[in-house]
């Protein structure tokens, strides 16, 4: 079996956006995980490497660890892609490139999960990459590639015990 490697966005895919927050989410007052998130990582790290592959402009790999942490899912991760730290952004050839290169994978072994259609889902099929859209609110029900509605479908599509 080949080997998968996921890469997560970070707001509103596994971590909640508050509009009324501003600045690094590390910071912010109240954080929280997207529904399920936490067992959906707890299950899938177990067979698969997951990653951070996020285009938050405030924030560095050491305050998305701290975010992460506040919510106990900073384990799960092997690593966290950032724009600070690859100085490109989704859905660029050469965002994908640079951690293809960094993991020394193919293509064919990355899935990216996100919530947005542009940036995460047409970014990583523009660039051959298997790619999974998040609709935690149902927005692209049109959508005929790969759609979940819940964290833990991920599991499903793999054939990961739910249980």
């Avoid at 997560?8 to 501003?22: A, S, V, Y």
Wanted: net charge negative; aromatic share 12%.
């Amino acid at each position: 079996m080949m080997r998968k490697v996921f890469l997560f966005d970070w707001g509103d895919t596994i971590m909640r956006n508050f509009p009324c927050e501003t600045g690094k989410m590390n910071t912010w007052k109240k954080v929280d995980t997207m529904p399920n998130a936490q067992e959906m990582l707890k299950k899938l790290s177990k067979s698969y490497d997951c990653y951070i592959a996020t285009n938050a402009k405030d924030s560095f790999k050491k305050d998305i660890i701290e975010a992460l942490e506040r919510v106990k899912i900073n384990k799960f991760f092997k690593d966290i892609f950032c724009f600070n730290e690859i100085g490109f952004l989704k859905p660029s050839s050469e965002y994908f490139d640079k951690i293809i290169r960094q993991l020394d994978v193919t293509k064919a072994e990355i899935v990216m999960i996100g919530d947005n259609l542009e940036t995460d889902i047409r970014g990583a099929q523009e660039n051959g990459i298997e790619s999974i859209l998040y609709d935690y609110n149902n927005n692209h029900q049109d959508y005929n590639g790969n759609r979940i509605t819940n964290l833990l479908e991920i599991l499903e599509l793999y054939s990961i015990q739910i249980n």
